[in-house]
């Protein structure tokens, strides 16, 4: 008799052939730009804290606050016994940064994705993704039962092209896309697809999950970087980035919220977000808000990596790159893998991002307000050594 659970060994060994084997590293003290990874202080080039406050004392207060008056958990789903004000607070908040009518809290930006996009087209519909989205729209769309086709990345007349070919052979349609790329770095064309998205009336949706906080003047994404605000564009993205915190979101028209309250599975048949959680986010939309500076410092450090890679390592191959996610592409996993290693030896955690993650191999470095422009060239100095 063979055993059922047989090919799961097979299967993992596989992975570990092709270098594709990932597995947990323990870090050991509070976010920051320099942590401790197994043992060892390391410069984090590896976080998604890109403002530097997840480990705020005021972001732990509110938590903690939080904690005390509503305790640890929320009991239940937001429709029977889940439901705080300090959810609608928040949801109040993140509308306000992005300037839309209403926002809805997910206990995961994976989850927002997932409920959001299957409750809007099902199987008399379209979507049209950029080939490079983020796991949860790849998921959403395919839990959705739409008919799914990927255009080139970032190719404006592939995705007019499939429009002209298919838009009208369905009910309704929806353009997909992460506004950063989240392991490129480079960002979507928005105005591009705000105005295909008019002209062949469709839905267009924008994953924001490495743009709030960090993007446009006041921090609210790639929308307001583009001029976009007030555009119909619905927009999602995630509390557990540059906002310190965990969580998911939509914001957009009201009309589009009260539908999710009413449509969206992943958020009706799930537990509200933690109270705790929920404080955090919004502590953290108002540092947002009240500290502009930390953008500052965050793109002037995105510069000096960026410039110092161009005009000292043009030997590496730097990934164009828009945003505060900067890779360097490699040739293979193995090489990948062994760069990341070299770098975790002289004190540097920048992950190697490999397939099926990303179609080719990396080096993903993430930029925060907090490193500190020597930390930096330590990097160069280490790069250089290569
Ligand atoms: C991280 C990420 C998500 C998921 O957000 P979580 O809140 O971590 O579940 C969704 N989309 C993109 C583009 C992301 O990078």
Redesign the pocket.
């Known amino acids: 008799m063979n055993n059922p659970y047989a090919w799961l060994k097979s299967s993992l060994n596989s992975i570990h052939k092709a270098n594709w084997y990932r597995s947990c590293k323990t870090i050991n003290s509070m976010p920051d730009s320099e942590i401790e990874l197994m043992g060892k202080k390391v410069i984090n080039f590896a976080s ?1 804290d890109y403002l530097g406050i997840a480990g705020d004392e005021r972001l732990a207060q509110a938590a903690i606050t939080a904690i005390k008056e509503f305790g640890t958990g929320s009991t239940g789903s937001r429709l029977l016994s889940g439901h705080r004000q300090l959810h609608g607070d928040l949801e109040k908040a993140i509308a306000q940064l992005k300037q839309t009518e209403d926002a809805l809290v997910f206990s ?4 927002a ?1 997932l409920g959001t996009i299957s409750a809007l087209v099902g199987q008399k519909d379209l979507i049209l993704a950029d080939e490079y989205n ?1 796991s ?2 790849k998921n959403g769309a395919k839990l959705s039962g739409a008919t799914v086709l990927n255009y080139t990345h970032n190719h404006i007349e592939d995705l007019q092209a499939k429009l002209q070919q298919l838009r009208n052979q369905y009910r309704r349609c929806l353009i997909v896309t ?1 506004s950063v790329f ?1 392991m490129d770095g480079n960002i979507c064309k928005l105005p591009e697809l705000v105005e295909l998205a008019k002209v062949f009336q469709c839905m267009l949706l924008v ?1 924001e ?2 743009a709030t906080g960090v993007m446009g003047k006041n921090g609210a994404g790639c929308v307001e970087y583009f001029g976009l605000t007030g555009e119909e564009i619905i927009q999602i993205g ?4 540059a906002l310190g915190s ?3 979101y939509v914001a957009g028209s009201e009309v589009l919220i009260d539908f999710l309250r009413n449509r969206a599975s992943t958020w009706i048949y799930t537990t509200g977000l933690s109270p705790a959680d929920t404080a955090a986010a919004l502590e953290a939309i108002k540092i947002v808000k009240d500290e502009p500076q930390r953008r500052e410092w965050l793109w002037d450090n995105v510069n000096l990596l960026k410039t110092s890679l161009k005009q000292e390592l043009s030997g590496l191959n730097l990934l164009p790159t828009q945003s505060q996610i900067i890779c360097l592409g490699l040739e293979n996993p193995s090489s990948a893998l062994s760069l990341a290693d070299k770098l975790h030896k002289a004190g540097i955690f920048a992950p190697a991002i490999r397939p099926p993650t990303v179609p080719t191999s990396r080096i993903r470095f993430s930029v925060m307000a907090t490193h500190k422009h020597s930390q930096i060239r330590f990097l160069l100095d280490i790069l250089h050594q290569e």
């Open positions: 998604n995961s930006g994976y989850l994705n983020h949860s729209l992460d989240s994953d999950a490495h995630t509390l557990s980035k965990l969580g998911g």
